[in-house]
Each structure stands twice: as structure tokens, then as C-alpha cells.
């Protein structure tokens, strides 16, 4: 079931569609320093879950990221690597 949390501060967007195994993360707007944590709770939420196999970040809709939206992206990226 889809789920958008639009962020009004933050120009930003996340979208997850999630099924049993899998999750579709997409993003839209600005990923910045102000809006990275926001980010980064969601994919790890999404990653600690047991049975996800499978997380695919859509970043097509995305206008701006920096060094900390990338930095979030690798963390969440080393997480997942090092639960399996």
C-alpha cells in the first residue's frame, strides 16, 4: 500500500509502495542537510524489517541532493550489507 509523507519545511517527498518482499522508496524534491534524517528513519525503517529482500530507491523526481543525502544513501546501503 502506497504512503507519501510530504514534509512542508522541506520541499521533499517520500513515497513507499511496499509489498511482501520488497519496497519501492520514491523521492521527490530537494534530499539536503535539512531533510536527509527524515530520509534516513524511513529507509532504515523500511530495512529492519525482516522480510523486505529487496529495496528500490526511485530518485528520478528528485531536483537537488548533497553530500548528505548521498551520505544517507551509503549508510543505508552498509546497513543492509551487513544484516545479510
Request: hydrophobic content about 35%; overall charge neutral.
Amino acid at each position: 500500500m502506497p504512503t507519501t509523507k510530504p514534509n512542508p519545511s522541506s520541499d521533499l517527498s517520500i513515497k513507499v509502495i511496499d509489498s511482501d518482499a520488497d519496497a519501492r522508496v520514491f523521492l521527490s524534491g530537494r534530499l539536503s542537510i535539512d531533510t536527509s534524517p527524515e530520509v534516513r528513519d524511513r529507509l532504515l525503517g523500511i530495512l529492519g524489517q525482516k522480510l523486505i529482500s529487496a529495496v528500490t530507491i526511485d530518485m528520478a523526481e528528485l531536483s537537488y541532493m548533497d553530500c548528505s543525502g548521498l551520505a544517507t544513501l551509503v549508510e543505508s546501503l552498509k546497513r543492509r550489507t551487513r544484516s545479510n
